[in-house]
T-cell receptor, first 115, second 114 residues
Framework: DTEVTQTPKHLVMGMTNKKSLKCEQH?????MYWYKQKAKKPPELMFV???????INESVPSRFSPECPNSSLLNLHLHALQPEDSALYLC??????????????FGPGTRLTVL | AQSVAQPEDQVNVAEGNPLTVKCTYS??????LFWYVQYPNRGLQFLLK??????LVKGSYGFEAEFNKSQTSFHLKKPSALVSDSALYFC????????????FGTGTRLLVSP
């Protein structure tokens, strides 16, 4: 089973709202990722968690706040977003074996619209 | 820095014909290369990867890719295209840092006509 689930599928929010995106996997993977994808563009890495610790933050604005409460769950908390933050937000997971290039498996994404 | 290039924005092929989606790479050290496919409003689905070994890598849904070190290429191929193969294809390379970071190409839209 290589399933990563994401909720909600769609989210519309105002610039003053606070919302959260959720990602879950039950493959025993220890690395989890958030990507942002604008229309007709490749995914861009935002954050990486390795063994529930933040490993990479690609200079993402503080209005995006990731959280990894346990090895199966990854959240992205959103606050005071801008219209240009509208995008498809993808979660991925992989094993995290040292010295091995593991495959990342992606969820279906959350389509976010900021009004 | 590691990078991949997909020189074609779009590839058109008739159903039943062979297809090729091109990818070239630029890396320092060993290349770790991936192909993913994305259907409209969906996440990315893993097709195949090259780490080491055989230059011909077989993947999901009948796709394969040929690793060519002298040409620094990793082209995706399928002997007989299906209309349902129409999608956006991304080549990716693992970043050279110690973390499992992927750097994606710009994507190639494949259109298979009936």
């Amino acid at each position: 089973d290589t399933e990563v689930t994401q909720t909600p599928k769609h989210l519309v929010m105002g610039m003053t709202n606070k919302k959260s995106l959720k990602c879950e996997q039950h493959m025993g993977h220890r690395a989890m990722y958030w990507y942002k994808q604008k229309a007709k563009k490749p995914p861009e890495l935002m954050f990486v968690y390795s063994y529930e610790k933040l490993s990479i933050n690609e200079s993402v604005p503080s209005r995006f706040s990731p959280e990894c409460p346990n090895s199966s769950l990854l959240n992205l908390h959103l606050h005071a977003l801008q219209p240009e933050d509208s995008a498809l937000y993808l979660c991925a997971s992989s094993q995290d074996r040292r010295g091995v290039t593991d495959t990342q498996y992606f969820g279906p994404g959350t389509r976010l619209t900021v009004l | 820095a590691q990078s991949v290039a997909q020189p074609e924005d779009q590839v058109n092929v008739a159903e039943g014909n062979p297809l090729t989606v091109k990818c070239t790479y630029s890396v320092s050290g060993n290349p770790y290369l991936f192909w993913y496919v994305q259907y409209p409003n969906r996440g990315l689905q893993f097709l195949l990867k090259y780490i080491t070994g055989d230059n011909l890598v077989k993947g999901s849904y009948g796709f394969e890719a040929e690793f060519n070190k002298s040409q620094t290429s990793f082209h995706l191929k399928k002997p007989s295209a299906l209309v349902s193969d129409s999608a956006l294809y991304f080549c990716a390379v693992r970043d050279g840092t110690g973390f499992q970071k992927l750097v994606f190409g710009t994507g190639t839209r494949l259109l298979v006509s009936p």
